[in-house]
């Protein structure tokens, strides 16, 4: 038990201890000269070359890492800052956090799967053959596997850590001079600062594919190879990109709302047939309509002239179309925006008549009821045009069209109900002369009512 107890304090203390040594051993220079590996990434002065792709801080979950739950709220996730080359390899600086959590768990972590640690090329070598897992891992094995160090740099540097000796940093002074490594040492607390992370270490993967974080999508548009994707056929012919239907804007609308309509009698209040009317003044009628504006409402388009490398032209190409074949320059008209613009329209009447007409019920109350004490009983008059007793006003304003008619002394005959009717004519709407809405015939219907005096028949003989 106590033995378990030990392994596992000492399993903890290598994890942070394997942490501080990457850093501040002396790893072997790589130099660009040798292609691959960390000249991928570093120049011979060990500066970042400029066509690395640099991703950044990135987090991502983890099996490893470990799980709270989820009542305390916290979430751990591996944490890296992330360069990948132009070929796929990467190099992952892991936070200090992951890092002492990849220790623990090298082979799930894929701390294992790693081809170098700050160029020394033996980051796949970390417990290889099962060392920590197995528990019978040597402080200078882990150095030398780590780092590169030869066995007499090793024995010394893990010495001096079991023994606790303050001076052991002392044995290596990788700051000595500006060196690969101090190039990369300050690259490292450069990026600490930008993330807010400590980064102790950076970790190389010959191929992004067995990153932990994998590859970057602008990695795999240019080089599909590298993120193990297929590589089109050079010698196959580049089809023509498929034409798309140039931007345009929305449609016209048009908004039309119902008139207002009516025509009623006006004076006098009982009106009754002008045979018994002493002033035979007869019936005022007053008809009327007013039809809103038409909202027409559409948008005018915006261009700019712009340059496009076209498929067709005279002369010698003067540019490179986006399959990769020759064009030729023009100037085209481009769809920039599209302004709102709404406008109302009047809808002009043409014409506005008017009618009355006796009803059927009134007409045989007249012929039947009537007639049958009034011998020769019968409709006089059953109907008026009452454009001829009338005048009529038409006009539009603002885009809203009214027309009146206002028929005076109307001279009803007989007795009874009679229909009101009044129809409108309109010329549709226009627009920059075309036509936006249809002509339209619109009706509206109203009833007066006419009275009679009938006289009663007194017996002389009480």
Not at 132 to 145: D, E, P, R
Request: proline share 8%; with cysteine.
């Amino acid at each position: 038990m106590q033995n378990n107890k030990s392994r596992a304090i000492v399993l903890i203390s290598l994890a942070f201890i394997v942490a501080f040594s990457l850093v501040l051993a002396p790893a072997t220079p790589v130099r660009a000269s040798e292609g691959g590996g960390w000249g991928d990434f570093i120049d011979a002065d060990g500066n970042i070359l400029p066509g690395v792709i640099e991703g950044g801080e990135v987090s991502m979950s983890a099996d490893w890492m470990p799980n709270f739950p989820a009542w305390t709220g916290i979430e751990m996730d591996a944490t890296y800052n992330v360069m990948t080359s132009e070929n796929g390899s990467s190099v992952l600086i892991p936070s200090m956090t992951t890092l002492f959590f990849m220790a623990l768990n090298p082979i799930e972590s894929g701390l294992t799967d790693a081809n170098g640690m700050l160029g020394s090329g033996a980051g796949g070598m970390l417990l290889s053959g099962g060392l920590l897992g197995a528990g019978n891992v040597s402080l200078s094995n882990l150095f030398q596997a780590l780092t590169g160090m030869s066995q007499v740099q090793a024995d010394q540097f893990a010495d001096a850590a079991i023994a606790g000796n303050g001076n052991i940093w002392s044995i290596l002074n990788p700051f000595s001079g500006q060196t690969d490594l101090s190039t990369i040492l300050m690259e490292l607390a450069n990026r600490s600062l930008q993330d807010g992370n400590i980064y102790l270490m950076a970790m190389l993967y010959e191929s992004c594919l067995t990153s932990p974080t994998g590859c970057p999508e602008e990695l795999c548009l240019v080089n599909p190879a590298a993120c193990g994707l297929p590589t089109p056929d050079p010698e196959a012919p580049t089809p023509e990109p498929t034409p798309t239907e140039p931007p345009t804007c929305p449609g016209p609308n048009v908004e039309q709302a119902w008139p207002t309509i009516s025509i009623r009698p006006t004076a006098p209040n009982y009106p009754v047939v002008v045979g018994q009317d002493p002033d035979q003044r007869g019936v005022d009628i007053q008809a009327s309509v007013s039809i809103p504006p038409v909202v027409y409402t559409w948008y005018e388009p915006i261009y700019e002239d712009v340059q496009e490398c076209r498929a067709s032209g005279g002369g010698t190409s003067n540019c490179t179309r986006a399959n990769g074949q020759p064009g030729w320059l023009r100037t085209v008209p481009v769809l920039v925006g599209c302004e709102f613009r709404q406008e109302l329209l009047p809808e002009q009447i043409t014409q506005l008549t008017a009618r009355s007409a006796i009803t059927a019920a009134s007409r045989d109350w007249i012929v039947n009821g009537l007639g049958a004490h009034w011998y020769g009983a019968q409709v006089k008059q059953g109907a008026f045009n009452l454009n001829n007793y009338a005048q009529v006003n038409m006009g539009c304003n603002g885009g809203t069209c009214t027309g009146s008619l206002t028929a005076l002394g109307i001279p009803y005959a007989d007795p009874g109900f009679h229909d009101l009717t009044i129809t409108v004519g309109t010329a549709g709407t226009f627009h920059n002369g075309r036509m936006i809405t249809t002509p339209r015939i619109l009706t509206g219907s109203g009833q007066v009512g006419v009275w009679v005096i009938l006289p009663a028949l007194i017996d002389a003989n009480p």
